[in-house]
């Protein structure tokens, strides 16, 4: 390809706010993949970078391309990749790990302490062009759409949470409706959970988890306890899985509270230092809480294929749909906090 320049959307400069520009297209190197983009999707963390807070300022270099949820095809492979063809559909894992760490020489890439963020640490996929190593490259299952190949990062985690205890027969509480939270409903009830209960505190969200599992409890708990909650589902001991997905102190202390004996806590919501739980119902229930970051390298992915070919369907979770050059208009949907999934299209 001869294209010297590309449409990209950037943090251009340490303050709010993004900047859709003109930027070189990327060099493909040896082992490297260059994709065009077709579709991509806006995650939080997106919109923590656009909103400039603490944890961006913290992390962030400008200038940089943004993005890390995408689908698209190959268009040039560097030296060495011969595991991809040109026009190959295929979407990426955003966490690019080092190789040669303890972990990743055991096959445990996901807990790679030197992982380098795809659109946090290195330019991402908001622009017609990225290349990535071959080795994070993922082609799309047949049958897909490329709307929820674009959201796999977050359907990743979903199922990463989500799998990591047995769900069969299980009573599930989720704590936090957002997209991530209530795909993992879907998760939860196509893997044959017994009853499961969604709690937020935005009407929105918990409409829209109604309208994807009506079968469901979506709560707010400002409005309902969860010691009523349980009793409306008729639950005596406590849930068996929580999935706290919220980053909310006061939903995690009350999902440990709520956890019969031996229950298993998945926590993908990131805490603030000064949430504290009660670590005697911890010690003394025999409580599991295991942390969970991105996606398992990569059986994740295989899973996630694999269920959308037999019935998991997240297409409710996309609310919004917008050409890049609307890219204003995808972030204010997410800073509305009324929005699902947000798609943007590069075609």
Known sequence: MNQQTMKAIVKTEPKPGLTLMDVPVPKTEPGQVKI??????????????????EWSQRTIKTPQIIGHEFVGEIVELGGGVTQYNVGDLVS????????TCRN????????????????????????EYIVIPARN??????????????????????????????????DVLITGAGPIG?????????????????????????????????????????????SK??????????FDIGLEMSGSGAAFTDMVE?????????????????????????????????????????????????MLQTGLNVEKVITHRF?????????????SGESGKVVLNWT
Request: glycine share 10%; proline share 1%; with cysteine.
């Open 36 to 53: 065009r983009i077709l579709k991509s999707a806006i995650c939080g963390t997106d919109l923590h970078i656009y909103n400039w807070d």
């Open 92 to 99: 990426g894992e955003g966490h690019i790990v080092c190789g």
């Open 104 to 127: 990743c020489m055991a096959g445990r890439l996901h807990l790679c302490k030197y992982t380098i963020g795809v659109g946090v640490n290195r330019d991402g996929c908001f622009a």
């Open 137 to 170: 490259v993922v082609r799309v299952a047949e049958g897909i759409s490329l709307d929820i190949a674009a959201c796999f990062d977050a359907l990743g985690n979903a199922v990463h949470t989500a799998l990591k205890f047995d769900l069969t027969g299980e």
């Open 182 to 226: 209530i795909m993992s409903a879907i998760i939860c009830r196509h893997c044959g959970a017994k009853k499961i209960a969604i709690t937020d505190i935005n009407p929105y969200r918990l409409k829209l988890a109604k309208e994807v599992l009506p079968d469901i409890w979506a709560v707010n708990p400002n409005e309902i306890s969860t």
């Open 229 to 238: 909650l349980m009793h409306d589902m008729d639950i005596k001991e406590g």
């Open 258 to 306: 709520h956890m019969e004996n031996g229950g298993k806590i998945s926590l993908l919501g990131i805490h603030s230092g000064s949430t504290l739980i009660n670590w005697d119902k911890v010690v003394f229930g025999g409580l599991t809480i295991q942390g969970i970051y991105g996606r398992e390298m990569f059986d994740t992915w295989y899973k996630m294929m694999s």
């Open 323 to 335: 050409d890049y050059t609307d890219f204003e208009k995808g972030f204010a949907a997410m800073k």
